[in-house]
């Protein structure tokens, strides 16, 4: 198993930048994917970017796709989302998720799971 520690949330307003951070400890020898989710009050979990064991493939979903991005530190267990033109759309409580995704964008394919962090975006 793998302990994920979200890191980063805050209240920002319309336009700001805020970039989140993920610490994995536990089962970090394994070579895992790992990925975003947000999930806003009353709506399922969706898909927001993840990335792969080595850093070299992101995936981005359509709603977030040149305005975040997502990277793995070099020492693989810590990865980043960067947040910019944020919207009040974007507020919901960001989770880190690790495991072995055939279908990246699929939160059913993720083993371990953070507790959340929160991201208000509002004026």
């Known amino acids: 198993q793998v302990e994920l520690t979200e890191f980063g949330g805050g209240s920002v307003q319309p336009g700001d930048s805020l970039t989140l951070s993920c610490t994995a400890s536990?089962?970090?020898?394994?070579?895992?994917?790992m990925g975003w989710f947000r999930q806003a009050p009353g709506k399922g979990r969706e898909f927001v970017a993840a990335?792969?064991?080595?850093?070299?493939?992101?995936y981005y979903s359509p709603r977030v796709e040149g305005r975040f991005t997502i990277s793995r530190g070099d020492a693989k267990n810590t990865v980043y989302l960067r947040m910019s033109s944020l919207t009040p759309e974007d507020t919901a409580i960001y989770y880190c998720?690790?495991?072995?995704?055939?279908?990246?964008?699929?939160?059913?394919?993720?083993?371990?799971w953070g507790q959340g962090t929160q991201v208000t975006v509002s004026s």
């Open positions: 998720a690790a495991g072995f995704p055939l279908r990246y964008e699929s939160p059913d394919e993720y083993a371990d």
């Open positions: 536990g089962r970090t020898f394994d070579t895992y994917a």
């Open positions: 990335v792969s064991w080595r850093g070299t493939d992101t």
